[in-house]
């Protein structure tokens, strides 16, 4: 009995040792993830190509990749199918009455492009292109975009440095509340505004209807 | 034995009626609002002097319905989509049903979906959580762990940017739930992330989180350091029981009164940097594109906004004589203030009454009651928040946005009453 008392004891101590060696860690849950791990689910990159797995592909050698994987949706040469989106096209549209925001005329970075398609693309088959075959794809998209030449080889040494058309067509910061009263004081009576009826969802007839 | 064949009776009855009915509305013209198929019809035999049949005979015992569903006659009380809106049901958005509720709490069951690669199943046993990048210890926590640390319990609406987004134009989809339902309210339970990040310690340098989804779509935002510290929420429940699949089962970032997106669900990491990352979430999408081309970035709050649920284009009135109006108001800014409401497209304008629990960021609800005698009605709502800012009016935003920007409409919508009591979305000018 004082046997077992003693050994309890003696755990106890080791165990409170322990938590003492971790004292920096205030509730001691949790535990040291391993560079294998993170290594595993770290896949972002950043537009300054930190992150940008090792790795290269040209527009010529991705052209074959992007037909079998990604033309059924985006179209042979970007420009999309059904409601799928275009990846290019659209320059020179952004300040128009309909904009067209593709990859190529829209996205300010290249980085992002590698990060989306790697981490979600293809549609359903996420994360299962290899490293190349992403930059081949990167690559094809720029190139049908006329942003890179068709053998300009792209890779994780200068992604980061490609720019993109739109780089600059960015606001920061956010610079709401943007409308005049913002004072809490409203018009209570009698204001004057407008209450001509000038359209009507109903008119529209695009709301779907109860089966 | 007169029992079940009473039953059997009843049931078969109810069959028929129901038939009927569906049968009738599939060759006549459906109206704009959904209806209740079944409580349409009043029976003259369960009405006074009669007893109705559930006076007289026994209901469903306590092993019948082990999960409680809302009553056979709430059946129109769902989450409806608009399928032309998107290309795939993976990656698309329903709407909550904001009209058929009320209160603050929004169902678990009609919390408005929206999903970039659909719904992830996770076992909560494979659940992982992964702090790494400018943290003195990158960590992994499992759910058991996280649930370990200290506890929050808290209110928060979460509404997608896009919310109201196919309105800048003009008046394009008849629902308040089409046009505002992008939007619910819960109480969620979890660990704040100022706790969290005590046991990984931070560096310095950090300034910026990545959040990334474990979906398909591995769904990821920046977000900046202070707001992580400020008041988001590793949450793993909402309103008391473990989060919906579809909201991020088992567990999702809670991101109090900033646009839905970036309240990633299914989360498996948090990554800390000293920039942000310029995700496709926040440089191809969320981002509010002006008449000059430019388009503003990082534009995370949501603006104060409000709606009248009833009466709306799925709320008719139907009867002359007192009515109770009623809506929502909500401002990322914090506590609704004051909220106003004109029946005369803006003209004149009366203060509804808020009913508490008036949070910060969270869905108030207020009502106010009204004499309806017939005559044409321009409905509006007006919500003001404590930091005083007003809801604004659509021409107000427009001129400086345009209407290019899809997000952050946050106008004042107006109902038409017509005299027939029909309701329907306009937009004045």
């Known amino acids: 009995m004082s046997g077992l008392v003693r050994l309890l004891s003696f755990f106890l101590i080791i165990f409170l040792a322990n938590t003492t060696t971790a004292s920096d860690r205030k509730f001691n849950l949790g535990q040291i993830a391993t560079l294998e791990e993170v290594a595993g689910w770290d896949i972002d990159v950043r537009p300054d190509g930190l992150g940008a797995p090792i790795g290269s592909g040209t527009a010529f050698s991705g052209e074959e990749i992007y037909a079998e994987v990604c033309a059924a949706c985006h179209g042979d040469f970007g420009e999309g199918a059904d409601r799928w989106p275009p990846l290019v096209g659209g320059e020179g549209s952004l300040a128009s009455h309909d904009p067209e925001k593709t990859s190529t005329s829209y996205w300010p970075y290249a980085s992002t492009i590698f990060d989306y398609i790697y981490r979600a693309m293809p549609y359903g088959e996420a994360q299962s292109l290899s490293h190349d075959e992403t930059y081949e794809i990167v690559a094809y998209i720029l190139y049908m975009g006329d942003i890179i030449e068709e053998d300009f080889v792209l890779s994780d040494k200068n992604i980061g440095e490609i720019e993109m058309p739109n780089r600059d067509g960015f606001l920061l910061p956010d610079p709401r509340p943007d409308i005049m009263n913002t004072h809490g004081d409203p018009c209570m009576s009698n204001c004057q505004v407008s209450t001509t009826i000038i359209g009507k969802a109903r008119d529209i007839d695009v709301t779907p209807e109860d089966e | 034995m007169k029992k079940n064949k009473k ?85 698309s958005v329903n709407f909550t049903p904001l009209q058929d509720l009320e209160g603050i709490v929004t169902p678990n069951g009609l919390c408005f979906e929206r999903h970039h690669g659909g719904v992830s199943v996770i076992n909560p046993q494979d659940f992982r959580l992964m702090i790494n990048g400018l943290v003195d210890r990158e960590m992994i926590f499992t759910l058991d762990d996280l649930k370990r640390f200290p506890q929050t319990n808290k209110f928060y609406f979460l509404e997608c940017a896009a919310n109201g987004g196919m309105e800048w134009r003009g008046s394009q989809l008849n629902g308040c739930q089409y046009t505002f339902g992008m939007v619910h309210n819960v109480q969620y339970t979890g660990v704040k992330l100022s706790d969290l990040l005590l046991e990984t310690g931070l560096k310095e340098k950090a300034k910026w989180v990545l959040a990334e989804g474990s979906d398909s779509s591995g769904m990821t935002r920046s977000i900046p350091i202070e707001k992580i510290l400020d008041d988001c929420i590793i949450a793993w429940a909402m309103n008391g029981e473990a989060l919906r699949p579809e909201q991020g089962y088992p567990a999702r970032l809670v991101v109090p009164g900033w646009e839905g997106n970036m309240w990633v669900k299914w989360i498996r990491r948090l990554e800390f940097g000293d920039k942000p990352y310029m995700t496709r979430e926040e440089t191809s999408k969320y981002t509010d594109l002006l008449t000059s081309g430019k388009a503003r970035m990082f534009t995370w709050v949501m603006d104060a906004k409000s709606v009248i649920t009833n009466p709306s284009p799925e709320k008719p009135i139907l009867s002359k004589g007192l009515h109770q109006l009623r809506g929502l108001a909500w401002s990322g800014r914090g506590k609704i203030k004051r909220v106003d409401v004109s029946i005369d497209g803006g003209k004149n304008w009366k203060t509804a009454q808020l009913h508490s629990p008036v949070l910060s960021k969270s869905l108030t609800r207020f009502t106010l009651p009204f004499e309806w005698n017939g005559e044409e009605l321009l409905l509006q709502s007006r919500a003001i928040d404590e930091t005083n800012y007003v809801q604004p009016t659509i021409g107000e935003l427009q001129k400086i946005r345009g209407v290019n920007s899809i997000y952050h409409n946050n106008s004042i919508a107006t109902w038409l009453v017509s005299k027939n009591g029909k309701v329907d979305n306009v937009r004045l000018g």
Request: charged letters at 25%.
């Open chain 2, 7 to 91: 039953k059997e009776v009843s049931n078969h009855k109810k069959f028929n009626r129901r038939d009927l009915i569906i049968g009738a509305s599939s060759i006549g013209a459906i109206s704009m609002a959904p209806k209740n198929l079944l409580s349409e019809e009043t029976n003259p035999e369960n009405l006074p002097p009669n007893l109705p049949e559930w006076t007289q005979y026994l209901g469903d015992g306590v092993d019948v319905n082990p999960y409680g569903m809302p009553s056979e006659y709430e059946g129109h009380v769902i989450r409806r989509n608009v399928e032309w809106l998107t290309a795939s049901a993976e990656s």
